[in-house]
């Protein structure tokens, strides 16, 4: 699942770094790559779809900021506290 966890999150930060570059530049840097083969494209929009939700359902399970391991933000005092517990695996 770790490696799961990984190649999406790589999809989501490249989706990420290209829709930044459509924003700033209008520059589309999958289309650049895989514009001859529009399938190849598709694909590649629909992987970085799938990796968001897959980081939107997981987070909590693997960050390290959202997990029970994980640092928790304490709105009082905005500190961060450790919390106390086992990591997930």
Not at 19 to 39: D, E, Q
Not at 41 to 46: P, S
Not at 52 to 68: Q, R
Request: hydrophobic share 55%; net charge positive; glycine share 12%.
């Amino acid at each position: 699942m770790k490696l799961l966890h990984a190649i999406a999150k790589a999809l989501v930060l490249i989706g990420a770094i290209n829709w930044g570059l459509v924003g700033l530049f209008n520059f589309n840097l999958v289309t650049a790559i895989f514009g001859s083969v529009p399938m190849v494209e598709q694909w590649i929009y629909i992987l970085v779809g799938l990796s968001g939700l897959w980081i939107l359902f997981t987070h909590k399970s693997y960050c390290m900021y959202c997990g029970e391991m994980g640092m928790k933000w304490d709105m009082g005092g905005m500190e961060m506290k450790k919390m106390k517990g086992k990591m997930k695996k």
